[in-house]
């Protein structure tokens, strides 16, 4: 017994519906992109001057909008252990099991001294081609 299954086709109102819910897709696909490609900028400035365990790291950057979950912020951490650019210790803590503080490193300082440059050029570069002065 065979079954043939009918490709319904789309009314116009249905294809236009479509079309915008791809395009709100792609938008919040580069959204998220956009977000993730500073991440990790944002969170060697939030450790510039201040050691802090990751939920600290998490509210920051939920405060700031970042729009940042647990499962993404531990293995960016992580990466940036091992690329040399941070390092943790673990402190007990008054109200549960001990917190690894992260901190940076020397060369996690002259790496976001640089990312700090770049940051400037590129938001004075993309100001001028958006036109936002």
């Not at 252990?81 to 007990?92: D, H, I, P, V």
């Not at 993309?126 to 002065?133: A, D, R």
Request: proline letters at 3%; hydrophobic letters at 35%; glycine letters at 4%.
């Amino acid at each position: 017994m065979q079954t043939t299954f009918l490709k319904q086709s789309r009314s116009p109102h249905e294809k236009e519906l479509h079309k915008k819910q791809k395009e709100i897709m792609n938008v919040e696909n580069t959204k998220a992109q956009m977000r993730k490609g500073v991440l990790e900028y944002c969170i060697l400035s939030i450790l510039n001057g201040k050691d802090k365990y990751a939920s600290e790291i998490l509210e920051t950057l939920k405060d700031a909008k970042m729009l940042v979950v647990e499962g993404t912020i531990y293995p960016l951490l992580t990466r940036l252990k091992n690329a040399g650019l941070l390092s943790y210790r673990w402190e007990e803590s008054t109200s549960g099991p001990p917190r690894k503080y992260y901190a940076l490193t020397e060369t996690g300082k002259l790496f976001l001294k640089e990312l700090n440059a770049t940051w400037d050029e590129l938001r004075t570069a993309t100001n001028l081609v958006t036109n936002n002065k």
